[in-house]
């Protein structure tokens, strides 16, 4: 040995070293900090794709929240002016000169087509935003509790045979034809039985966890279904819970799209009703911008806010984390 590290010109110390035996360094445990939501976006924003598409969610809500504050929008300005009616784009920079308002040509009223489709996804998106915010609440709420309580389980199951065989989409058409088409009972009708599809989700995704060892040992020690529900399962589950969301907030502004095209929409002028009052336009030759461009905006900001979602779901689960 002693030839060896003359050989390399190796001190022995730097081979061995002595270690002191310290009772209180041995119970220290060196580890990285972990923290779970700065896991989650250093993951996220990882993909350069998801930078893409997050900033091109923010100019879409730019466009919907910020510009209606800064424009003022009147529906029937050129309402008189039959020379400003169902121009196209180019027509309507003849016309108007260029800006922004035109850029997408106007409508039956001599409108800002442009405009009109802003005004609309604020109310739109609005809508998906606040039926997403109480159909998740309450489903994930009630599914946790319900996948736990083997007593609520008998009941709620139910519940969810009986109101999951009706057409969903029949009993928001029907609701919305016997009151009044307006934003509260658009929200009323979205949110009655919506959250029992997300509910019974999360339950069965409780089942397959409930009865895991912490959790036996939690209630074997007297803690309530409610709070082994909120603090136990809950926590694990923010993967899941961000794709429903994922896939519940757009499946609203599509319903909202859908039941305005079939005359059962909205009132306001939503995406929608906007996609409603052009369908004649559809089929007029020199008119079609009048319909696309709703349509084609709304399928964006669907896709958009799917997308974000998704990948933000796959980002909250902690196996990605590694």
Request: aromatic letters at 12%.
């Amino acid at each position: 040995m002693t030839k060896e590290l003359e050989k390399y010109g190796l001190p022995e110390d730097e081979l061995f070293a002595r270690v002191d035996n310290s009772v209180f360094d041995s119970e220290k445990i060196m580890a990285p900090r972990y923290s779970y939501w700065h896991s989650v976006f250093r993951v996220f924003f990882r993909k350069r794709s998801n930078i893409v598409i997050l900033s091109l969610l923010g100019v879409l809500l730019a466009f919907t929240y910020i510009y209606p504050l800064v424009v003022e929008y009147d529906k029937y300005a050129n309402l008189m002016d039959t020379a400003a009616k169902h121009l196209s784009p180019l027509e309507s920079i003849r016309q108007f000169g260029f800006n922004i308002h035109w850029l997408l040509g106007s409508g039956a009223a001599g409108q800002s087509t442009f405009d009109a489709i802003w005004f609309g996804s604020r109310i739109s998106i609005s809508l998906a935003l606040i039926c997403g915010v109480i159909n998740l609440t309450i489903g994930v709420l009630v599914g946790a509790v319900w996948g736990f309580s083997k007593k609520v389980d008998i009941i709620m199951m139910e519940v969810y045979n009986i109101f999951a065989n009706v057409p969903y989409i029949l009993l928001v058409a029907v609701l919305v034809m016997i009151l009044t088409s307006s934003f509260g009972t658009m929200v009323f009708a979205l949110t009655i039985t919506g959250w029992l599809g997300i509910a019974y989700f999360i339950r069965m995704q409780v089942v397959i966890i409930r009865d895991r060892e912490y959790n036996l040992a939690s209630k074997c020690l007297g803690t309530s279904i409610v709070k082994i529900a909120l603090r136990n399962i809950l926590p694990f589950m923010t993967s899941i819970i961000v794709t429903i969301a994922a896939t519940e907030i757009p499946s609203y502004i599509s319903m909202e799209v859908f039941l305005a095209y079939i005359g059962m929409g909205l009132s306001d002028m939503s995406l929608g009703r906007l996609i409603y009052e052009a369908e004649s336009a559809m089929v007029t030759p020199g008119w079609g911008f009048e319909f696309w461009s709703p349509v084609v905006i709304s399928s964006i900001i669907t896709i958009v806010l799917y997308v974000v979602g998704q990948n933000l779901g796959d980002a909250s689960d902690p196996r990605t984390h590694m």
